[in-house]
């Protein structure tokens, strides 16, 4: 690791001896390299590959309908409504990291916020199209906005489904622009760095003709706090009213007050470990150990550690209430929960998420990259456990013994799911290749000390 | 104001103490390029998006209160029709979208952007104002008296153009 010292925990956000030159050159060197990085094509192939699946998966959903999903009654909501929320929770994970620890002026959010925004970007966009491929017929989805309709009808404003219709459509657009705005300055310095022609045009039409005049600074960092502090309670909102998509329907298991603060916690935990996912092999592939050091690995270990208490607390409570509650078909939905056939994803989540995330208390657990990339993994997994507990094995006791059923994925559903994990990194690669993958404008910040000490 | 002197120094505590002498010199008009921001001041685009923000959460409101009371009326299991806490959300959503694109959009018109060519682009310097030299642009009459003013904070470039 060319003369890096491994990480520690107690290292500064920036290792010393960095300096503003440095820090631009390497930063902008990555996208404005002539020929990609050898393993960038090792890793962008697969994925490719993996979209392309999307592609053919939706085609074939489009020619012969949602039936080729394992979906059916009971369970009518299967892995397109569940990976949407698992998506929708990575996603909204990169927002946490990117405005609401900006507000809070943590020093590690600057290295790390731009990876975290693409993960937004790229989780919602992964999420947006699962609510538009499970409507039966999604070419009528624009049935959901406000229109002036010839037939005079209007959507069911009372509805929690379409409360989350306007919330993602926020939330897609609200991350694309803040994403935007926030590398507007980085895109001048590209521009100002590139060499050749063709990349000058495209950094600096991107750019907007961004130049770090006095003028733009001061609207710039306005604007961009105030959008920080709106995208903060954002964020919030829109996980909430995933969870009221459940939370609104008198469905065992899910007619819970608690499920948009669980749902919060989910998100917590689950964007914490996908960033953990993509910083760790991202510093050590683009030689960028220097800027996100060990400082960064130990506060988003911590970050991850205190959201699995949250998701604990929130599944003692989930058993307490069932317990708690004088509902009979509540606690027959808890016990085939725990014990009954899909038993093994609800240990799984509890394990996943909670047991194996403990390790973490010990500081020489979270230096170890290897493991936290492997109780990362796991919380993802795990994560996706949960909402396959929350959406499957709820559906699947209603009331009525007589309307029980057991649900099972089909092919179609795995390969649209792989599909989008392939959308996902496709996504990411993109961004590591083209754009700046350090917000250089405010690592430059605490590289170049604004008042030197008297 | 027939001369363009554009004067880039090293750190940002440089370009600091020489724009404090620039200004009580009175030499001309000026304008900093710097990679980071240095001076603070404040802005009308968090008023803008405070405004858009009220307005789009008032016509979110309004919109659904006018469906389900006038336009199409649904009886959902004798609820009221105007069930009004159930018209929140989306009148939050509409809020912050409304405010989100007010500041995103108010943002390039309070800056006059997009603008891909600035007479500044002209000094070869100005290429690296993004990167790492603050700069400060300066429009005058006197450029000699300028340079005066100047060589006390010891700049790593002066460049020099008619204006």
Same mark, same amino acid.
């Given at each position: ?16 001896? $960095? ?8 930063? /902008? ?45 009971? @369970? ?34 600057? $290295? @790390? ?23 039966? !017929? ?11 309709? #010839? ?66 600074? !001061? ?16 964020? /919030?909102?829109v996980h909430s009213i995933v969870g009221l998509d459940f939370a609104g329907a008198a469905t065992v298991g899910w007619h819970s007050t608690q499920f ?13 470990? #996908? ?23 130990? @506060? ?7 959201? $699995? ?39 799984? #989540? ?13 500081? !020489? ?19 996706? /456990? ?9 559906l699947h006791r209603p009331r009525l013994p007589s309307a029980w059923g057991v649900y099972h994925a089909t092919i179609w559903d795995w390969l649209t799911?792989?599909?989008? @994990? ?16 350090? $917000? ?9 000390? !604004?008042? #030197?000490?008297? | ?31 900093? %390029?710097?990679?980071? *921001? ?8 968090? +008023?803008? +998006?405070? +405004? ?17 009371m006038s336009a199409y009326p649904l009886d959902i299991g004798g609820r009221p029709f105007f069930s009004w806490p159930a018209f929140v959300p989306i009148? %939050? ?11 995103? %959009?108010?943002? %390039?018109?309070?800056?006059?952007? *997009? ?49």
């Amino acid at each position: 690791m060319s003369g890096i010292p491994a990480p520690h925990a107690f290292d500064p956000v920036v290792l010393p001896g $960095s300096n503003n030159q440095d820090l631009t050159d390497q930063v /902008c060197a990555i996208p404005l390299r002539r020929r990609a990085f050898f393993w960038w094509w090792v890793a962008i192939t697969p994925f490719a590959v993996l979209t392309g699946v999307l592609i053919v998966g939706i085609l074939y959903l489009f020619y012969a309908g949602v039936g080729i999903w394992g979906i059916d009654w009971p @369970v009518a909501w299967g892995m397109a409504i569940l990976s949407y929320v698992w998506w929708i929770a990575i996603a909204s994970g990169g927002t946490f990291i990117s405005a609401l620890f900006y507000l809070t002026r943590s020093e590690w959010r600057s $290295s @790390v916020n731009r990876i975290a925004e693409s993960m937004t970007l790229f989780g919602a966009a992964c999420a947006g199209i699962y609510p538009i491929l499970h409507l039966g !017929r999604p070419w009528l989805f624009y049935w959901l906005l406000p229109y002036p309709a #010839t037939m005079h009808t209007w959507p069911q404003f009372r509805s929690p489904l379409l409360w989350d219709f306007f919330a993602i459509l926020t939330y897609v657009t609200s991350s694309v622009l803040f994403w935007y705005l926030g590398l507007l300055p980085d895109l001048a310095t590209m521009r100002d760095h590139a060499q050749t022609r063709g990349k000058q045009v495209v950094y600096g039409v991107l750019a907007m003709g961004f130049r770090g005049s006095s003028t733009q600074w !001061r609207h710039f960092k306005a604007t961009y706090a105030v959008l920080a502090a709106i995208m903060a309670p954002l964020v /919030c909102s829109v996980h909430s009213i995933v969870g009221l998509d459940f939370a609104g329907a008198a469905t065992v298991g899910w007619h819970s007050t608690q499920f948009p603060p669980f749902f919060i916690f989910g998100a917590f935990l689950s964007g914490f470990a #996908t960033v953990l996912l993509l910083v760790i092999p991202l510093r050590r592939l683009l030689r960028l150990e220097r800027y996100i050091t060990g400082r960064h690995i130990d @506060v988003l270990c911590r970050l991850m550690l205190t959201s $699995s208490l949250f998701v604990g607390y929130a599944y003692i409570m989930d058993a307490f209430q069932a317990f708690y509650g004088s509902d009979h078909a509540e606690l027959v939905e808890f016990t085939e929960k725990v014990w009954g056939y899909y038993s093994g994803i609800y240990w799984s #989540t509890i394990v996943f998420n909670v047991l194996v995330p403990q390790l973490l208390w010990f500081r !020489r657990v979270r230096m170890r990259q290897v493991v936290v990339l492997l109780i990362s993994f796991g919380i993802i997994v795990g994560m996706w /456990c949960e909402r396959y507990t929350i959406v499957v094995v709820s559906l699947h006791r209603p009331r009525l013994p007589s309307a029980w059923g057991v649900y099972h994925a089909t092919i179609w559903d795995w390969l649209t799911l792989a599909g989008t @994990v392939g959308l996902f990194f496709t996504g990411i690669l993109l961004v590591v290749r083209l754009l700046p993958v350090i $917000s250089m404008f405010e690592l430059r910040e605490l590289v170049v000390p !604004r008042r #030197t000490p008297p | 104001m027939n001369t363009g002197l554009f004067v880039a120094f090293a750190t940002p505590q440089a370009l600091d103490s020489a724009l404090r002498s620039l200004r009580a010199a009175r030499v001309g008009t000026i304008e900093t %390029f710097t990679p980071t *921001p240095v001076e603070t001041g404040t802005s009308i685009v968090p +008023v803008l +998006v405070l +405004v858009g923000g009220v307005l789009g959460a008032i016509a979110g409101f309004l919109l659904q209160s006018y469906a389900d009371m006038s336009a199409y009326p649904l009886d959902i299991g004798g609820r009221p029709f105007f069930s009004w806490p159930a018209f929140v959300p989306i009148a %939050f959503e509409n809020g912050v979208l409304a405010a989100i694109l007010t500041g995103f %959009f108010g943002y %390039f018109v309070a800056t006059r952007l *997009p603008r891909l060519y600035q007479p500044v682009d002209e000094y070869e310097t100005m290429r690296r104002a993004m990167r790492d030299l603050w700069c400060v642009a300066i429009r005058t009459d006197e450029p000699e008296r300028a340079r005066q003013v100047l060589d006390a904070h010891a700049p790593a470039r002066i460049e020099e153009l008619p204006a």
